[in-house]
């Protein structure tokens, strides 16, 4: 299987910073004949379920705010926040979907 | 609005087995697929299987490969999880969430509120 390593397992961020963290996948998740990177993104709030923000690694899902943007390609991937709002603060998941889908092990936002 | 309702939550003893329930609202059951995926307090997603809601093919992780059967009833607009052979790492939340229908590999955009299960003598 691949496995989704995220950095930072936790990070604190103040209200209205950006904030940044990364997802590592342990072989390629980009499909050269589409160029498409399958790599998605989770938000999952107490007590709730998962709910996705980011599809084809860049891809934002409707009705997600536009402070909310996926990067990078191949092994390396960004989820940024970039002005980080209260409703925020949750568990942010990566997802690859190249093959049997396997997540990470998730990056926990919380207000500084 | 598209929805997904779970059964709710089950007690099984080890070695018993758990049949839980997603019913799809909101949109063509059958023009989609089901994921099933589960969460063990503190730990990582973990997908467990596959099912097209159109002709009923599934997937399954090895991991659960023969303790894991997944169906689906396009009547009701709803599909199956069933985990036998229960053992304590077994207890989880179990989602469902929809996908894509002709591909296993895929994003989830819409996921139910979870079943919690509880395995315990």
């Known amino acids: 299987d691949t496995v989704m390593t995220q950095s930072p397992d936790s990070l604190a961020v103040s209200l209205g910073e950006r904030a940044t963290f990364n997802c590592k996948s342990s072989?390629?998740?980009?499909?050269?004949?589409?160029?498409?990177?399958?790599l998605a993104w989770y938000q999952q709030k107490p007590g709730q379920p998962p709910k996705l923000l980011i599809y084809?690694?860049?891809t934002r899902e409707s009705g997600v705010p536009d402070r909310f943007s996926g990067g990078g390609s191949g092994t390396d991937f960004t989820l940024t926040i970039s002005s980080l709002q209260a409703e925020d603060v949750a568990v942010y998941y990566c997802?690859?979907?190249?093959?049997?889908?396997?997540f990470g092990q998730g990056t926990k936002v919380e207000i500084k | 609005q598209v929805q997904l309702v779970q059964s709710g939550a089950e007690v099984k003893k080890p070695g018993a087995s758990v049949k839980l329930s997603c019913k799809a609202s909101?949109?063509?059951?059958?023009?989609?697929?089901m994921h099933w995926v589960r969460q063990a307090p503190g730990q990582r997603l973990e997908w467990m299987g596959w099912?097209?809601?159109?002709?009923?093919?599934?997937k399954y992780s090895q991991k659960f490969q023969g303790r894991v059967t997944i169906t689906r009833d396009t009547s009701a607009s709803t599909a199956y999880l069933e985990l036998s052979s229960l053992r304590s790492e077994d207890t989880s939340v179990y989602y469902c969430?929809?996908?894509?229908?002709?591909?296993?590999?895929?994003?989830?955009?819409?996921w139910g509120e979870g079943t919690t299960v509880t395995v315990s003598s």
């Open positions: 909101g949109y063509t059951f059958t023009n989609y697929a």
């Open positions: 997802q690859q979907y190249y093959t049997t889908p396997t």
């Open positions: 072989q390629s998740v980009l499909y050269s004949s589409n160029n498409k990177n399958y």
């Open positions: 969430a929809r996908g894509e229908r002709e591909l296993v590999y895929y994003y989830m955009d819409v």
């Open positions: 099912i097209n809601a159109g002709n009923g093919k599934t």
């Open positions: 084809w690694a860049s």
